[in-house]
């Protein structure tokens, strides 16, 4: 048992992302968006889908 292909692999599952990580992530594309040039009062509004289309395309926000 447990000598097969599936044990031999070795990432045999994927790494769970943590909360603490995503809210990391998540405060540090905040600070990248009020970087940009937008106001933190709109970007506190704003979730975490919507900053990260927002950092598509920073130059459309530079522009704004």
């Avoid at 292909?5 to 790494?15: A, I, V, Y």
């Avoid at 603490?20 to 540090?28: D, F, G």
């Avoid at 009020?34 to 289309?53: C, H």
Wanted: hydrophobic share 35%; net charge positive; proline share 6%.
């Amino acid at each position: 048992m447990g000598t097969g292909r599936k044990m031999q692999k070795k990432p045999m599952t994927r790494p769970v992302k943590s909360a603490l990580e995503r809210r990391r992530r998540v405060k540090v594309q905040r600070s990248r968006l009020v970087a940009l040039g937008m106001s933190e009062e709109v970007v506190a509004k704003m979730d975490p889908k919507d900053v990260r289309t927002a950092l598509r395309r920073p130059n459309k926000i530079a522009a704004s």
